[in-house]
């Protein structure tokens, strides 16, 4: 991880992390920046298709991921952190490489090769095999916080991606390898509400409601989450008076490795942070 | 079976009737031919009812939909407004012992609803996904605050979340301006399918 040996990545952040979600992007680049890895973002990259694509017109969901694969530079690995999107992503390569007939028309349609060996790699993928513990003796750390991990439906894939590896206890383990103190809780795995959110605010409001109160009664300072939708969904939906906050899991991957301070991320969150972080020490 | 509960049994008005004399038996073929999902693998478990996190919100529950199909009962489900309330997040595709993908029948299943003119039992979220769908005709991008008002427009509901607008506003969380692409050639291509603007 010396500076000099330093990897180029493409970076595919979408439309959350782009513009609600800024706070991620920011911390996600630059934690990356201090672990070795240069993110370039992709040039003029377009959304996914998002939860409505799919849900509506296939096609479409297909064009919209495909036109992306097309635009990321051979030989580079593609990274992108968003749950959604590299579900997203990955349904459109694989469609592509099952079907010739798709690969021809998409590369007919935007005049650009599809890059079949193209690598897509999420985050996670990026953390799974980095050694945290070293890091953890060069860097400010963790210590003091009490977190429960959120990983909302992210972990969930439809069958066809059951064989790709799968990362079930990897915030506990990285967070907890920078001196973070995971705590036990039965509501990591439950599903933000997506657009249900908008539609039916009474049904994800309950169930947020649900997710923060079982936060609290498992002993966190905070939530984890690593999808910027589910963030926005915590955020906003929650009627409680008093909850406590939710960091994006790059947020407390920069933070332990001293990036965090003096930086505007935590004003940009509905429940402030910073008084949570000032008592744990680790902002100033 | 005593005698009591017989009597019984005569006497008691059954719940619900499903009626399949007349199933359509294609319908689960159509679905199959679209989702790439066998729905006759499914015997039932109710695993995927039991964790869904919408159930609840459901008129039918995930292998309500999946036995409606079985039976041919095409008009049913394409009403139904589990369809629309599904979000895909595929929890009940990781409980399932035939590895069903709930997801993409649901995907399917909307398809076939708007393409055959069927009644829209939740038309505010297929108002929602058109509203997020031009905003990337437009855009390459969604542009949040632009969605949301389009929506309030659309459903004519303008104070539910004028709360939350605000706060979101006040935490610079909704941009004022769309984060674009700049190739919009290929924008027009992606949506230039039909007549009608391209969204179904």
């Known amino acids: 991880m010396s500076r000099s040996k330093r990897i180029p990545l493409s970076y595919f952040p979408g439309c959350s992390m782009a ?110 095999g980095a050694d945290m513990k070293g890091l953890n003796k060069t860097s400010p750390g963790l210590k003091g916080l009490k977190f429960v991990p959120y990983y909302g439906c992210m972990l969930a894939r439809p069958p066809a991606m059951r064989h790709e590896p799968n990362h079930h ?32 605010p009474d049904v994800v409001g309950a169930m947020v409601d649900a997710i923060f109160r079982n936060a609290a009664a498992a002993g966190a300072d905070c939530l984890v989450t690593a999808c910027a939708m589910c963030h926005m969904n915590l955020e906003v939906r929650s009627t409680l008076q008093n909850r406590i906050p939710v960091l994006h899991f790059s947020e407390a991957l920069a933070l332990a490795v001293g990036e965090g301070n003096g930086k505007d991320w935590f004003s940009r969150h509905l429940v402030d942070p910073r008084p949570m972080l000032r008592s744990a020490r680790l902002i100033g | ?139 390459g991008r969604t542009h949040k605050l632009e969605i949301m008002m389009r929506y309030k427009v659309k459903t004519r509901d303008w104070f539910t979340d004028m709360d939350v607008g605000l706060r979101m506003l006040a935490k610079r969380k909704l941009d004022l301006m769309p984060s674009k692409v700049r190739n919009t050639k290929d924008l027009k291509r992606m949506f230039r399918k039909n007549a009608e603007g391209g969204i179904p």
């Open chain 1, 19 to 128: 513009t609600t979600a800024k706070e991620n992007n920011r911390s996600l680049i630059e934690f990356c920046e201090q672990i070795g890895y240069d993110l370039i973002e992709v040039p003029d990259w377009n959304c996914c298709g998002s939860s409505s694509a799919h849900s509506v017109d296939a096609e479409l969901a297909q064009d919209l991921a495909a036109r992306n694969l097309t635009l990321a530079p051979r030989g580079r690995p593609l990274l992108a952190a968003c749950p959604n999107c590299m579900l997203r992503l990955r349904g459109a390569q694989r469609h592509l490489a099952e079907d010739p007939d798709a690969q021809q028309r998409c590369e007919a349609r935007w005049g650009r090769p599809v890059d079949p060996n193209l690598k897509l790699i999420h985050f996670f993928d990026l953390l799974a």
């Open chain 2, 1 to 139: 079976m005593n005698k009591r509960n017989q009597k019984n049994n005569r006497d008691a008005q059954p719940v619900a009737i499903i009626a399949a004399g007349n199933g359509d038996m294609g319908f689960i073929r159509e679905v199959k031919e679209r989702s790439g999902t066998d729905l006759s693998a499914c015997f039932h478990c109710r695993c995927c009812a039991g964790g869904c996190p919408f159930v609840e919100a459901m008129d039918y529950s995930p292998h309500g939909i999946i036995r409606l199909a079985q039976l041919g009962m095409r008009e049913e489900v394409l009403k139904s407004a589990t369809i629309w309330t599904c979000v895909g997040c595929h929890t009940c595709s990781i409980a399932c012992p035939m590895a069903i993908d709930m997801a993409a029948v649901m995907d399917a299943l909307r398809g076939i609803a708007i393409e055959s003119d069927a009644a829209i039992a939740e038309p505010d979220v297929l108002d929602f996904h058109r509203e997020v769908l031009r905003s990337i005709e437009r855009y």
């Open chain 1, 169 to 200: 206890g990897l915030m506990e383990k990285i967070l907890s390898d920078l001196g973070a103190e995971p705590r036990r809780w039965g509501y990591g795995a439950r599903c933000c509400g997506t657009f249900l959110s908008v539609v039916r």
